[in-house]
């Protein structure tokens, strides 16, 4: 509903019936709102009161103001949407007018909307899927392993341009597993990107390490190599340098390699890139995801292309790669029997699974250049808003736009950003805050954590003020029209 339809629905008090059954019968939602010279909301008119006017013979010319007095339902801009749905149910009503705090109507709750839900990344499958599942049905290859599991793997690999791929059951086991092959241990200390998902590190606690967590820079909200240099001098005062770098890659964008990587060179500590958000991007020509000693890919069901679950672990180090498949398959030794020496793991994909993933991999290129055109489409429809900051993407990036995403300026913008938020909620509009980073989940409280510049906090402030958008490939042009109308009214109202 743009701006232009909401106000359509306003009319006053002394506005005939035959005129509100005209208005009605135009913007056909069902409801209009009467509202006294002051703007605040006297009732609403519906389609129900109209027909017992008719009942009661009531003249075309009686006012709505004559009709008997029935004070409105309404709910607060603050509310969640839930209190809203509630109130829709015990009155068994279709809308709900949401209102200010001086009681002037700003929003309308729809139920119609509330079945049809527009989600931030949902899957999108190809043509090619279903057969190759139904091959593996065909064939018996029910099984962590097979032979989509090891054409998926090749077929990967050859995509990224990287020599070898190990194909597992999440993307959180492939870092897991990643840190293990580079070695870290007990003790040992992991610098990670802070601004990212938990599965990021969580996998550092898993190996009994402990995170060292760096700030995002603003060009590409990735790892700010500032930040890093900061906590490699640390480090090295310590006497401790980490075991490994964890350089995220976030929203589909590629972190500044050719800062980060002579860093860690220059320390000798190898880099894990997690690429599980940036699966078909590129910086400076070269697959995203290709960079690091090892990288991962998450083909979780919100991800570009997903195996409804997923993940996969790439390097060009051959050794490395085989020894990722023995460790995800419970370290078995070669042997006729079961044999084990050292701890493994059950981190295998399956068959099934991985033929999802060979379809979903011949649409790649077309889910990024879909996901481009949502980002576009958005930047060119709130071209005119003042106010909003796109994510940047720096020269020498292509980014997937994974998600779409943006930060307010200006004063409050924080608080502006949750009223966006809410506002796009009541709409059955799935849009979320960026993630918030880890030096401030309470999960990691008391680990260190190092600035991109001194006294400020980069990470905090894109989570306190940005905003990822509905971002699918397979978002509908009506879908992406009706978050853009919701987007612009949250964000007139919302001006600092
Ligand atoms: C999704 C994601 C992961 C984890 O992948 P799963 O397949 O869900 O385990 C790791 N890191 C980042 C940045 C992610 O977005």
Redesign the pocket.
Known sequence: MTEQDFRDLFIAPDCSLHEALARLNRTARGLLLVLAADGKLLRTLTDGDMRRAALAHLPDATRVSELPQRPPLTVADDEPLSTAVALLDRHEIDHLPVIDAAGRPVDIVLRRELTQRIWLSSPHLGEDETAFVAEAFRTNWIAPLGPHVDAFERELADHVGVGHAAALS??????HLGLLLLGVQPGDTVFCSCL??V??CNPIQYCGARPVFIDAEPGSWNMSPLALARAFAWAEREGRLPRCVIV???YGQSADMDALLPLCERYGVPVLE?A??SLGASYKGRASGSFGRVG?Y???G??IITTS???MLVADDEALIARARKLATQAREPAPHYEHVETGFNYRMSNVLAGIGRGQLRVLPQRVQQRREVFETYRAALADVPGIHWMPQPPGMHSTRWLTCLTLAGEDAGARRDQVLRSLERHSIEARPVWKPMHLQPLYRGAPWFPHAEGTDLAAQLFATGICLPSGSNLEPGQITRVIAHLRRALARAEP
Do not use: C, Q, R, Y
Not at 170 to 175: E, F, K, L, P, V
């Open positions: 999440s993307g959180t086991a492939a870092i990212t998902f599965a990021s995220v890659n976030l997690d599980a958000e991962v998450s083909f979780n919100n991800k679950g997923g993940g």
